[in-house]
């Protein structure tokens, strides 16, 4: 089985790395230099330094060359060039192959899922998505994870989770899709407060408050939306949340962190080489909070931090004063 992944990011690069052992792996970069640098010095240094990758695994900087020989395409670019990459994609795609989302983000101005815009431009492919506490450098090194494979169609999710599962990257099959896409969207979010909490010295009871309730934050609107309490709680709600709010290789935990510490967003961001999902999704978790008639005070307060509108140190004193722990305080 031919697999494909588009995006040579860190995620991506790891999820082809792991497919290639198993599937003939083709990676499609959008700079030839990176697609170069993985066939000639089987190494992506800007994005998974000091990592080995598999020498049978292949890259290539042209679409049409990545796309037309996938027996399974995985996506994983950031949620901002989601669509304009599926839509060069779909000139060269076969019928009726399975197409996986790697990205953890919301569709800026249509608000939908990554899936939705698969299913939106891909009429006939079924839509999946990868989601889970995966952080690529752990992975790389050869240390345990788990994911979840989330569709509807059960039997593709069984197929799928063959290609994808490898040695001590363990896979599980789940059928509610909005579930899993919420969670692994929002926590972003949650990990640039967990960040800022970092940057300014909090302590770990303060950490631990801001992660569960940035849990019921994702519970909250992931159900209003039609996704499963016990999604939420699994793998790619709270493992997934954890995991991005724990870890200093958490790309928006960093940014949360930085802004903590009194550095400008815009110098922050510049600085990195990926993306921090977390930035943007701030303002569409709030559109959709308002479309489905629920709050979100941990994301209201990232988003002002992130909008300039406060300073980050005010995000810790501008949440409201508590009521019962089910409400949304």
């Known amino acids: 089985m031919n697999v494909t992944v588009l995006g040579a990011g860190s995620w991506g690069t790891t999820v082809a790395s792991l497919t290639t052992a198993l599937n003939p792996t083709l990676i499609w970069a959008r700079n030839p230099e990176v697609a170069a640098e993985i066939n000639d010095s089987h190494a992506n240094a800007t994005y998974l330094p000091a990592a080995n990758l598999p020498k049978r695994l292949r890259a290539t900087a042209d679409m049409a060359e990545a796309v037309r020989s996938a027996d399974v395409l995985i996506v994983g670019v950031p949620s901002k060039g989601f669509r304009a990459t599926v839509e060069e994609a779909r000139k060269s795609i076969r019928p009726w192959i399975p197409v996986v989302s790697l990205t953890k983000g919301i569709e800026s101005g249509s608000l939908l899922r990554m899936t939705q815009v698969i299913e939106e431009l891909l009429p006939g492919h079924p839509a999946a998505a990868l989601t889970g506490p995966n952080l690529a450098r752990e992975i790389m090194a050869g240390q345990a994870a788990a994911a979840v494979i989330a569709t509807e169609d059960l039997g593709v999710a069984a197929a799928l989770q063959k290609v994808l599962q490898h040695r001590l990257f363990r896979i599980y ?68 949340l954890v995991a991005t709010c724990m870890s200093p290789f958490s790309r928006n935990r960093t940014v949360g962190e930085m802004l903590g510490r009194g550095k400008p967003l815009d110098e922050i961001l510049a600085e990195m080489h990926m993306v921090a999902e977390g930035v943007g999704t701030a303002q569409t978790a709030l559109f959709l909070a308002e479309r489905y008639g629920v709050e979100l005070p941990i994301c209201s307060e990232i988003h002002k931090v992130v909008t300039g509108q ?20």
């Open 310 to 329: 406060q300073a980050a140190a005010a995000a810790y004193v501008g949440l409201r004063p508590p009521g019962h722990e089910s409400d949304p305080m």
């Open 173 to 240: 099959r789940n059928h509610d899709v909005i579930g899993c896409e919420i969670g692994g969207a929002l926590k972003n979010v949650i990990a640039i407060a967990a960040g800022i909490g970092e940057g300014l010295g909090v302590g770990d009871n303060t950490r631990a408050a801001v992660m569960t309730r940035g849990l019921a934050e994702l519970a909250r609107l992931g159900v209003a939306m039609g996704g499963e309490p016990q999604t939420l709680a699994g793998l790619a709600g709270m493992g997934d």
